[in-house]
């Protein structure tokens, strides 16, 4: 299923429609002659927004990279998706000029050639666990042009700070025949799942049933999490599924924007495990159903599900300074874009809390 862009990675892209007679309107021409990457002190824990001490002038020349955190996950490959959260700072006034760390981690597609190399080369190779830091121009990154829809120009210095936070592939194969009340799985020529088989297996219960394939030995997932995850899901006794992303990019969002059934299997999993689940409708979308999945207010939803990262809830954004607390948009900060923003959102995430059962 296609996913829209969202917008801090959209803002990443050089926009190519912008007169250049915006470029070079922040800082002058930086030759590099001032305090590099070595000057640059940065704190915090991976996960969470970093802290930058910056010095007092602040220069980047060609690229320069640095590991400060080495992760012991698993090293991320130059085609795969990692997920990240990163930190862009602007040495010309020292300030943030763009962060997810206030919304969701983003599932970096590193193949994408539309995207900086300045953003995807540092992550490349790196391990998950791991935050690197690079020191560039705004030229590279953004063009001639700059991004003035973050207030950079072409000749700002720039810091990145990304921190790889997933995935942790899961390499035990699928295996067709199910066990326990597991419907049997349909492989493709990747020894992916397309599809479950219901024919010979349980009834649905009408509880919440949940069923460990694979335990994995990362971290457990909390109720305040960010979750990466790769599904399949199919309605009881139904011949083909309703939604997946094993076709396509994992999908990437709060636990808590999820449906009650999948916050209730997979909190205390951990990263790396694969889990059967059979969700009854008041656990999933209640009486109404899921008209755009075709799916009823009586059906049973079974999901084939990959944990493959977790990030912490996203800090809340610090208001502006001509805003008072009260005026800043209620609910949860990543409420306002969704990595299922799609014409068909995804069934898993939830709509509304889920009516039980009439």
Known sequence: ??????????LLVAPALLLPALAACGSDEDDGSGAGLAEVEITGDVGEPPVVEWPEDYSA???ESETLVTGDGPEIPEDGTALVHYWIGNGFDQSEALSTYTALPEALDLSNAELPEALTDPVVGATVGSRVVTSVSAEEVFGEIGNPTIGVSNADPLLIVVDVLGPTPIEEPFVEEGTGFAPDLVLGEDGRPEAMRFMGRPQPTGQ?????????????????DVVMVDYLGQVYAKPKPFDTSFDGQPLV???SGLVEGWQQALV???????VV???PPRLGYGAEGNEGAKISGTDTIYFVIDVLGRAPEPVAPEPAE???PSASPSGSPSA???PTDDATPSPAVSESPSDEES
Do not use: H, N, W
Request: no cysteine; hydrophobic share 35%.
């Open 1 to 10: 299923m296609p996913r829209r862009v969202r917008r801090p990675l959209a």
């Open 61 to 63: 020349g060609e690229a």
């Open 208 to 224: 919440l049933q949940v069923q460990t394939l694979v335990e994995g030995d990362g971290e457990k997932i909390k109720a305040s």
């Open 253 to 255: 969002q709060s636990l």
């Open 268 to 274: 205390g999993k951990t990263v790396g495990s694969r």
């Open 277 to 279: 689940i059979a969700v």
């Open 322 to 324: 001509d805003e008072s």
């Open 336 to 338: 306002e874009v969704s």
